[in-house]
């Protein structure tokens, strides 16, 4: 039976116009030919660290064990922030300490450790200032896929940024309050409500899902409706999601990341 290809994939505010997310690739593929490399998103809104977290929270699951994924939303570059790698039970994270792991640290709770990367011999460039998903990121994760122990890289931290991702409430016995967290490109507003959660909190009652003063529907799928009304459902990723048929929800009905989505039972 043939040996499985290690797996890096890449997430990055960088877009695809500009080469920077090729040359990282280029480093990668010098140090470990033998990695598969897969694309999760370049189009990270610039600087947004939280958008950053979000998606690598949604998607690292999906991958095989041993995956590494290297993300990069950088503002910081060049300052005092770390690099660092984040090792759980099944896969690594590769970029800086600015929170941009802090979904992980949400998901993983106890089950993870954090390495400041101080063994510089691994960097393709010491004295790099401006692009460390190149110079530092980019090689450090060729070299963990070629099966570097992750306690080589540097040393254990404790200290390390976690950002404030909100996380559902339930402000009375008969309600929960989540948040918009995520907009795609279609206008869909993803928010922090799981199944799992409504699930337990109807426990086969009745429920009315409330956004910006609105009652709106519970459907099972895009195709359920022809209109041009506010619906919502449970969304690929297993969470509550706002939509319209064939449009924009987001821009129809004014929804932004951070509005407050109710559950009211019964």
């Not at 994924?69 to 099944?90: C, F, K, M, Y």
């Not at 998903?133 to 404790?158: C, M, Q, S, Y």
């Amino acid at each position: 039976m043939a040996t499985r290809r290690p797996v890096i994939t890449l997430t990055t505010d960088f877009g695809t116009r500009d080469p920077f997310v090729g040359q990282m690739k280029g480093v990668i593929l010098n140090t470990n030919p033998d990695v598969e490399l897969v694309d999760i998103t370049h189009d990270i809104s610039p600087h947004n660290i939280r958008e950053g977290a979000v998606l690598t929270g949604m998607s690292y699951e999906y991958f095989p064990p041993r995956t590494i994924h290297l993300a990069v939303v950088d503002p910081g570059v060049g300052s005092g922030r770390r690099p660092i790698i984040v090792a759980t039970q099944n896969h690594y994270f590769v970029g800086p300490d600015n929170g941009l792991f802090s979904m992980i640290y949400m998901k993983e709770r106890d089950s993870f450790r954090v390495i400041h990367i101080t063994s510089d011999h691994y960097f393709l460039n010491k004295d790099s200032t401006t692009f460390h998903g190149r110079d530092i990121f980019a090689p450090v994760a060729a070299w963990l896929a070629k099966g570097i122990p992750v306690d080589h890289f540097g040393t254990l931290i404790e200290d390390f940024m976690n950002i404030h991702l909100p996380e559902p409430t339930a402000p009375s016995r008969n309600t929960i309050e989540g948040e918009v967290i995520y907009i795609d490109r279609f206008g869909n507003a993803i928010t922090n409500v799981s199944s799992d959660l409504l699930n337990d909190a109807v426990n086969g009652g009745r429920m009315k899902v409330v956004l910006k003063g609105r009652m709106v529907p519970l459907r099972s799928c895009y195709a359920d409706v022809d209109d041009k009304g506010l619906y919502c459902l449970i969304n690929s990723f297993g969470l509550l999601e706002f939509f319209i048929c064939r449009g924009s929800a987001a821009e129809s009905f004014g929804i932004r990341i951070g509005d407050t989505v109710g559950i009211i039972k019964g």
